[in-house]
């Protein structure tokens, strides 16, 4: 066993190892071409999209060469936090939804971070990595069991490399965790439970106005992610949204590193939440008061494993709770 | 909502109402024949059943007319507690494993306690039911669906009654969040866990003179529960204790009261508990550690219900733990 200081200094180096921009290079060079300066187009320059914009004006060695996104003003909002840090002005592509394949022809981009709504993930980073750039996509990364082998199919083609952007991954708790499971704290390991569980209510719908609540608005008439994401919810009954708790139960687990996934089954509750919610906040004459969800509310997924392992993943977004993924790791050892 | 003095008084009142003892009747006599003295047989005075020995004769509402089983030693240990609580001494029923039958033929019998191995449950309830005694049977009172059956049958035939001796239904815990699902605290109901989360790795192995731990033996070499229990694991990967977990979510579920389970799905981790234990306290060269064990260490079932709820339950007996049957209770509102 380390002692506490030596457990976080590791932790810190894992962190730091596992952070993507310092060993991304152009997808032209060899690996030991050091470059200065890594060229990176933003793809979807939302609330998620602006964020990541924030954390690479705060670097020196990442230049923002490229914005693209549908939205003129999220485009604008994006090229002024640029002109504040007193950077270079990006190339822009605001010319529809198939402009991203412009910013991608361009030399002056050599990986880009795609922060689109879901349905546009594995389409925009097959098409990134088959213009050899490195791509950055975030959760869920795909929609279908084809999209997941359209990714890995792409990868093997061409070479090219994509990353999952599952950020719970590197939570200092996640970490120390996988660090303590590395350390085989828990010993042989047996079982995990992980999830979603995130009161999501006023993150899909709001008023037009605001990104978040202030009414029962989805699709066309909301902003933000009620614009898409809520129609997950209309028209699937699954779990959307797995990455959060199976992304770090996967490296834990050693999965596609040794182990692997086998088999699975699902089950869903009813559905309440969301249509309570629109009655609750909008009266029962809101015209979003008959639109009938497919998603239940709690969707439980149990995974066996080729090692062994069982896996709980549940998602339940659509109900009041507090906030919790629900970790669980079971070894020999306890 | 009432006060918390009402609250404790309602389940106070609902705990009493709920025992067993004070509304039964002999089952040839009418609900409105009040009888003075209830006359039990105990069926197995195992560890399980000299405790409900010494809770019986704490009542003068009740009288222990009959004790069986197949270990004189555990008959004569009764026998001296009923003698020294000042009661009368009980008819014995000590002639090998069939001697019940003798026992429910018995007229100063009106209803029996059946706490035996699990194999033998449904059986005596079924003989109990048919001699016309009332039957309180331990957990889990049933091995196979067929035997569920048989009990709902044979009650139908009869019209004798019997009932699951479920005391974690009956936590002080467990009726006050009854009582909140009553008064709709959750509102409508979407999910439930529940489950067996307890080390039992020392009642499943002792040393042939401790009911509890002191060696890896189990079967014939040991006594208690590790005689009979421990082969449960040997041969069944299952969920073969449901009920403590399972008996209070069912009662505020509704199931069989307007609401009734559907299907299931159950996964089994790998084995790996038992073995270590085995291992660890008995040494690599002791017999038992070339035992294979069936039985997954953490078996994970979901059901589904008529009324779209949704219940997770976990059987989890062979590793070291912390005991917890993880109950949760998920409604629209929380």
């Not at 002005?89 to 795609?114: Q, R, T, W």
Request: charged residues 20%; glycine residues 8%; aromatic residues 6%.
């Amino acid at each position: 066993m380390t002692s506490r200081r030596q457990f976080i200094r590791n932790t810190a180096i894992a962190g730091a190892g596992m952070s993507i921009v310092p060993h991304w290079v152009s997808a032209t060079q060899k690996p030991q071409d050091k470059i200065e300066e890594l060229k990176v187009g933003l793809i979807g320059v939302g609330l998620r999209g602006t964020n990541h914009l924030q954390n690479l004006i705060l670097r020196n060695d990442v230049r923002v060469t490229a914005l693209c996104d549908i939205d003129a003003d999220r485009i604008a909002l994006c090229r002024n936090l640029i002109k504040e840090a007193g950077k270079n002005a990006p190339l822009i592509f605001e010319g529809g939804p198939y402009d991203y394949l412009n910013l991608l022809d361009s030399k002056e981009v050599d990986a880009v971070i795609i922060a689109t709504p879901w349905l546009w993930h594995t389409r925009m980073t097959v098409d990134a990595m088959k213009a050899g750039k490195y791509a950055g996509v975030e959760v869920s990364a795909a929609n279908t069991l084809e999209e997941c082998w359209d990714l890995v199919n792409t990868h093997e083609a061409t070479g090219t490399h994509m990353m999952i952007l599952e950020n719970v991954n590197y939570r200092r708790d996640i970490l120390a965790v996988l660090n303590m499971v590395k350390q085989e704290v828990f010993g042989e390991l047996v079982h995990f439970r992980c999830g979603y569980q995130h009161d999501l209510r006023h993150v899909k719908f709001n008023n037009g106005k605001q990104p978040y609540g202030g009414g029962v608005e989805f699709g066309e008439k909301a902003i933000s992610e009620a614009r898409w994401r809520t129609l997950h919810s209309v028209k699937r009954n699954a779990d959307v949204y797995p990455t959060h708790g199976l992304g770090p139960v996967a490296v834990m687990a050693d999965i596609n590193r040794g182990n692997r996934f086998l088999s699975l089954t699902s089950h869903a509750s009813k559905s309440i939440g969301l249509h309570n919610y629109i009655v609750k906040n909008g009266g029962e004459d809101h015209p979003n008061a008959d639109v009938e969800f497919k998603q239940g509310d709690v969707i439980t997924t149990t995974i066996d494993t080729a090692r062994g392992e069982t896996i709980i993943i549940t998602h339940d977004c659509n109900l009041p709770r507090p906030y919790s993924l629900g970790f669980r790791v079971q070894g020999a050892n306890g």
